[in-house]
Nanobody, 113 residues
Framework: EVQLVESGGGLVQTGGSLRLSCVVS????????MGWLRQAPGKEREGVAC????????YYSDAVRGRFTISVDRAKATVYLQMNNLKPEDTAVYYC??????WGQGTQVTVSS
C-alpha cells in the first residue's frame, strides 16, 4: 500500500514561490500516477498537475500552467510541486494523490495580497 506525506506549505506574498514535497512510502512500485490537487474554502477540490511516477509528460490546469512545475525524484521517492508567481487565488489546501485513489493529509498554502 502506498502512503503519502506532504510538506512545504506556508504563507507567502503575491509573486512569491513555494515548493511542495510529497514523500511516497510503502509499496512505491504500485504508484504510477501522481498528482497535486487543491481545495480552497467553499470550493470543490480541483486538479492542479499530474505526472507518472516514472516521470515523463506532465499535465497542468489552465489556472497554473506556466507558473507551477510538477516533478518526480524516484531516488528520493518524492514528488514536487514548484509554485512560482503565486497569486491570492492559489490559496488552498494542497493534496498529493497517487493513482487517483490515495491521498496525503494536505498542506496549507496561503498567498497574501
Amino acid at each position: 500500500e502506498v502512503q503519502l506525506v506532504e510538506s512545504g506549505g506556508g504563507l507567502v506574498q503575491t509573486g512569491g514561490s513555494l515548493r511542495l514535497s510529497c514523500v511516497v512510502s510503502g509499496s512505491t512500485f504500485d504508484a504510477y500516477a501522481m498528482g497535486w490537487l487543491r481545495q480552497a474554502p467553499g470550493k470543490e477540490r480541483e486538479g492542479v498537475a499530474c505526472i507518472s511516477f516514472t516521470g515523463g509528460d506532465a499535465y497542468y490546469s489552465d489556472a497554473v500552467r506556466g507558473r507551477f512545475t510538477i516533478s518526480v525524484d524516484r531516488a528520493k521517492a518524492t514528488v514536487y510541486l514548484q509554485m512560482n508567481n503565486l497569486k491570492p487565488e492559489d490559496t488552498a489546501v494542497y493534496y498529493c494523490n497517487a493513482n487517483f485513489a490515495i491521498w496525503g493529509q494536505g498542506t496549507q498554502v496561503t498567498v497574501s495580497s
